[in-house]
């Protein structure tokens, strides 16, 4: 559905990434997703209303959209796809410059993401940039295991 040429430009030009539904357990997808991109010299804002005020790889986690200082490139969504339209809808109302919707793997909304499209928003649905990240820049080897190398190549 999205080609190797839309993902590769993607990850490239995104700097900063808001990850809404983060969680400060290492066992979930959305902290060693988060973990994995902060590593790979992403600027993750972790965003989730239950951890508010607590610390993740050095960032304080934000209650919603709203209260990010500044841009961002990408707007990340961890949660249920019933979730979707309200957080895109904040998305677009805070940040103007927005240039990617980004529904992890299993979220899906028809609807936002004609909103967000609309809006000349790229989205990406039932994807995850770690995986995708892993795949194009050279990370990912037989059986699907990552090698734990950092890649230069973006």
């Not at 973990?35 to 508010?52: H, I, K």
């Not at 607590?54 to 990340?76: A, N, Q, R, Y």
């Not at 677009?92 to 979220?107: A, K, Y």
Request: charged share 25%; proline share 5%; glycine share 8%.
């Amino acid at each position: 559905m999205y080609s190797d040429a839309l993902l590769r430009d993607v990850l490239r030009r995104t700097k900063r990434i808001a990850m809404v539904g983060v969680s400060i357990n290492p066992v979930r997808a959305s902290y060693f997703v988060a973990r994995y991109l902060d590593l790979r010299g992403f600027d993750v804002v972790p965003v989730n209303p239950a951890y508010a005020g607590k610390m993740l790889f050095g960032s304080v986690i934000l209650g919603g959209l709203s209260e990010v200082e500044g841009p961002v490139d990408m707007v990340d969504i961890f949660r249920r796809s019933e979730a979707v339209p309200e957080i895109v809808e904040e998305a677009l109302e805070v940040f103007p410059q927005l240039q990617t919707i980004w529904m992890q793997i299993g979220v899906e909304h028809a609807e936002a993401a004609a909103m967000a499209e609309a809006r000349g928003v790229t989205v990406i649905q039932d994807r995850c940039p770690k995986i995708e990240y892993q795949r194009l820049f050279g990370e990912l080897r037989r059986g699907g295991f990552a090698t734990g190398v950092i890649s230069s190549k973006l």
